[in-house]
């Protein structure tokens, strides 16, 4: 038996689309977006309060890519995982992980634009300086799959895997702040995978999840005093 723990358009929607794309029975908790995921009973599964937590086979694990890298390893017929001694071992490590560099960029600006609820709380210069970052995501992505040699489709030479799922998910949480303009090969990229049954399926329903708004537009810089 699997069941994740899931906070609708949070770091766990990867999970889900893994889960999803594996096509193994599960079962999801929903867990709100607040100060509940600190409550006694969940942090025996995550201690950091956090989202995702998987319980797999009478065992529980927390951090997602580390949740992806357990259920590629234990479901690998899928192919979505890459085992040791596999070629493509170490670039599909390096991919999966790269999900967690933009992330971070976008938890700071989610905490920018959602989580602090006053204005005068918010700095306009630190959202600047984390959508420049995302931008230097873009342009690793970019390089990745235009190479001199060729154009991948995936990340990987290899094929779709769970380091698309990953960088994809964490692309589709910094798109709520930024776009893709001027890097065609990763808008190319991203419209592929998002077409797939296994992302629409994670997709938060309507009204519900993280991102109350489509788009976070960046306030202007506030006018000098005096």
């Not at 594996?22 to 509940?36: M, Q, T």
């Not at 600006?109 to 602090?116: E, G, P, S």
């Not at 930024?178 to 329903?205: H, Q, S, V």
């Amino acid at each position: 038996m699997i069941t994740l723990h899931h906070c609708a358009g949070s770091r766990s929607m990867r999970v889900l689309w893994l889960l999803n794309e594996l096509g193994e029975p599960f079962d999801i908790s929903i867990r709100p977006f607040d100060a509940s995921l600190r409550q006694p009973d969940y942090l025996v599964a995550s201690p950091a309060g956090r989202v995702p937590a998987l319980e797999l086979e009478g065992d529980t694990y927390f951090e997602s890519l580390a949740i992806m890298e357990i259920l590629c390893e234990r479901f690998p017929a899928r192919g979505l995982g890459r085992l040791p001694g596999d070629l493509d071992r170490p670039d599909w490590l390096v991919w999966l992980h790269f999900a967690e560099t933009i992330s971070q960029h976008c938890a700071a600006l989610t905490q920018q634009h959602i989580v602090l609820f006053e204005d005068w709380q918010r700095s306009p210069t630190v959202m600047k300086i984390e959508v420049a970052r995302l931008k230097k995501c873009f342009a690793a992505i970019e390089g990745r799959l235009s190479t001199p040699l060729e154009n991948r489709d995936y990340l990987l030479t290899s094929g779709f895997s769970a380091a698309d799922i990953a960088v994809g998910q964490a692309i589709w949480m910094a798109l709520h702040y930024t776009n893709l303009e001027g890097f065609p090969e990763t808008a190319a990229w991203y419209e592929r995978i998002t077409e797939r049954p296994g992302f629409r399926d994670a997709l938060p329903e309507p009204g519900t999840g993280v991102f109350a708004q489509e788009f976070y537009a960046q306030p202007a810089e506030a006018p000098p005093v005096g």
